[in-house]
């Protein structure tokens, strides 16, 4: 019992000092409402008193009960007041951010089991992504920052943690990292943070940031069937969606399934049982084949693709592609209407004019959704679909030209230190793009900020340590669950970007990037691998983190994958000892150590 009382009068006494503002809200709230009861009533109880005994009898229950209601009633004010703020519409603010955090809203639950498709067969509405971090937008809108140093954060420490890890000879020739506390803007730690190396898949997180701000968090692609005036010609028109799936299990993503059933219901209303069937490819320009060549990760990037042109039933990992996607897409979806009682001729191209009737459509997920797959999985085939969302959105040709030029007059309107920055594709495949850890970290930072809530997908689609997308096996240590970042990985360059909580529950964000490295093995270890001083650290005691901290730590309610990643992902190595279920499980290293810094991976 003892024991049990120790462990337990720490989170009392907690509770105890969270609550105490409710508690004088409540008081401060409720007294003047009891106040003014009391003044009301008094009166009337006076005059019950002076009345004959048994008529205050037989009026006692009655005063009785007037004057409970009305007690209850200013305590239920009182109630109410203390429990907000409220917002213009009457909810509760704090129910609110919960929602938000949840990624629930409008009465839609998107939480994990929810059924993500309405009874037309359409992805059901969903908000955008939640915060990362509680409370971050104040922060990020007040808290100023003292030159070298960052709200108690010493970038010596910061500078001493890096350095041997940065002295690795593993990490190639050339090597830069950038360490900036989010909510300040500060940076903690630069080394050649405004040298341009080659940034490989982190090139997504750009990527990301441009399509939000281009298009919206709630930006839906479209893909739709027409019928020419007068003719029984109908055009399938790729939109550019490339979440667009042929499988019977949909998944929450638009399927050419449902396209081809609301087609075929459309002409047999029309009396049409056969047609001539065509699809058009039209929005996109130029080559269709990545500079790379024939790749495994990559299909070649059209409008019209179905299951990102897989050549089997995988769903994550390189595989063979289709050598004509659109095509591939068109076959499948004769089929289909097939299946539904409508003839059609062998597809070929075509573009659907403008006097065209829609028949049907059907629409992508939001695109805060997209991203967060993008950034998870390393998806190449949703980065080159976006990085042509980005380019039509701004005037520019859907080729690899317009969308890298897009990308970058987008950032640039951001205000994003561009210094080096050159974009050749929207995947990072090219291994001509460059990009530099200072521009690395100002996006992430840009994503934090509060006054660009349609951002916030960039931060809560990046892996998670040891849990998710491509770092699901590493940082399997004290780490797990507080790193979220995009890997980088070509052939010679290694790259990291993202954020990671300290033991005050600051967000930070940071960028390692190396080139010329010879083993991709080693080069990854010296990146996830603590340097001695922090295993020393790792060593310390391990306080209980601070709210706020928790909060950061605990990734958003997701909703159900899609589809497992295009990207394959190495297996998860053995581990001793039971693993935790959650991220929120994970109690991460907090250093307390007077040598240790306070930054934490």
């Not at 007037?66 to 009633?73: I, P, Q, R, V």
């Not at 359409?122 to 990020?140: C, D, K, M, N, R």
């Not at 929120?584 to 991976?601: D, F, G, I, Y």
Request: glycine fraction near 10%; proline fraction near 9%.
């Amino acid at each position: 019992m003892r024991k049990i009382a120790d462990a337990l009068r720490p989170r009392l006494a907690h509770l105890v000092t969270a609550t105490k503002p409710q508690v004088a809200r409540l008081r401060g709230a409720v007294g003047p409402q009891l106040a003014r009861a009391t003044r009301a009533t008094g009166p009337r109880l006076a005059t019950l008193v002076r009345s004959p005994r048994p008529r205050f009898r037989t009026l006692r229950t009655w005063q009785y009960t007037a004057g409970a209601a009305t007690a209850g009633l200013a305590l239920a004010a009182g109630a109410v007041t203390a429990a907000g703020p409220w917002d213009a519409d009457g909810q509760r603010t704090a129910e609110r951010d919960r929602a938000a955090a949840l990624e629930r809203s409008g009465g839609t639950d998107h939480g994990p089991g929810a059924d993500l498709v309405t009874a037309d067969g359409e992805p059901s509405a969903a908000p955008s992504a939640g915060s990362v971090l509680t409370g971050l937008g104040a922060a990020a809108s007040t808290v100023k920052s003292a030159p070298g140093k960052s709200l108690g954060i010493s970038t010596t420490a910061v500078t001493d943690l890096l350095r041997p890890l940065l002295a690795s000879t593993a990490l190639g020739s050339t090597r830069t990292a950038v360490v900036v506390d989010v909510a300040s803007g500060a940076r903690l730690y630069g080394s050649g943070a405004d040298t341009a190396l080659t940034p490989a898949s982190t090139t997504k997180i750009a990527t990301a940031v441009a399509a939000l701000s281009a298009l919206g968090p709630d930006h839906r692609i479209t893909t739709r069937v027409a019928l020419e005036p007068g003719t029984r010609e109908v055009v399938l028109v790729g939109g550019g969606d490339p979440t667009l799936t042929a499988r019977k299990d949909a998944a929450g993503w638009a399927s050419l399934r449902t396209l081809a059933t609301e087609t075929a219901k459309s002409l047999t209303a029309r009396g049409i049982r056969q047609i001539t069937l065509s699809y058009d490819t039209t929005l996109y320009s130029g080559p269709d084949l990545h500079p790379i060549g024939v790749n495994d990760n990559l299909a070649r990037v059209s409008p019209l693709t179905a299951d990102e042109g897989r050549t089997d039933d995988s769903a994550e990992g390189p595989v063979t592609r289709v050598s004509d996607p659109a095509a591939d897409a068109a076959r499948k979806f004769a089929g289909f209407l097939a299946d539904a009682g409508i003839k059609t001729s062998s597809p070929g191209t075509s573009k659907a004019s403008r006097r065209a009737d829609t028949l049907a459509t059907v629409s992508s997920p939001p695109l805060s959704s997209i991203v967060e797959r993008m950034l998870t999985n390393s998806d190449n085939d949703i980065a080159e679909a976006l990085a042509r969302q980005i380019a039509l959105a701004s005037g520019r040709p859907a080729s690899f030209d317009g969308g890298a030029d897009a990308i970058d007059a987008q950032l640039t309107k951001l205000g994003l230190p561009m210094t080096g920055a050159s974009f050749h594709d929207g995947s990072g495949l090219n291994r001509d793009d460059r990009l530099t850890a200072n521009l690395l970290t100002a996006l992430l930072v840009k994503a934090a900020d509060a006054g660009r809530p349609g951002l916030r997908a960039v931060l809560t689609g990046l892996p998670v340590a040891g849990f998710t997308g491509t770092l699901t096996s590493r940082y399997t240590d004290g780490a797990a669950g507080v790193v979220r970042a995009k890997t980088g990985t070509l052939t010679g360059v290694n790259t990291l970007a993202g954020t990671v909580v300290d033991k005050d529950g600051r967000l930070l964000a940071f960028a390692f990037l190396t080139s010329d490295t010879t083993n991709p093995a080693a080069a990854q270890q010296a990146w996830t691998r603590p340097p001695p001083p922090w295993r020393a650290c790792n060593r310390a005691r391990r306080p209980r983190p601070p709210p706020a901290a928790a909060a950061a730590r605990r990734p958003p309610a997701r909703r159900p994958p899609a589809r497992p990643p295009a990207k394959s992902t190495p297996p998860v190595p053995a581990r001793t000892g039971p693993r935790p279920t959650s991220p929120a499980q994970v109690t991460p290293t907090s250093p307390t150590l007077t040598a240790c810094p306070k930054w934490e991976r």
